[in-house]
């Protein structure tokens, strides 16, 4: 049984906006640091957000400003909420959990639990 299940992405015009969902079981949800990463081809998986019960938001400074990462208790769902896109945010998006309650400065090793992906285009 997945333990994160993604939806949203699609692909839109610059500037445009997008909303990245992540259903997650409730364990996970609710004690683990989770987060969102991105891929692009030929480019390693890098952090985009993170988000703990403990510790200040992290956001990529690449999309500081643009995007928001928050969760919905009631729905045990992470979000994404991405707005004025650009073309260099094309990538695979993933949603993932690192087996700690506290996110701090971890990159995507630590993370145990990865979403199956979504795909983000951004292009006129």
Excluded: H
Aim: proline letters at 4%; charged letters at 20%; a neutral charge.
């Amino acid at each position: 049984q997945a333990q994160l299940v993604q939806s949203g992405g699609g692909s839109v015009q610059p500037g445009g906006s997008l909303r990245l969902s992540c259903l997650a079981s409730e364990g996970i949800f609710n004690s683990y640091c989770m987060g969102w990463f991105r891929q692009a081809p030929g480019k390693e998986r890098e952090v985009v957000a993170t988000i703990d019960r403990f510790d200040p938001i992290v956001y990529a400074d690449s999309v500081k400003g643009r995007f928001t990462i928050s969760k919905d208790n009631a729905k045990i769902t992470l979000f994404l909420e991405m707005l004025s896109l650009k073309p260099e945010d094309t990538a695979m998006y993933y949603c993932a959990a690192r087996n700690s309650r506290y996110c701090a400065s971890s990159g995507p090793d630590e993370y145990i639990y990865w979403g199956q992906g979504t795909q983000v285009t951004v292009s006129s």
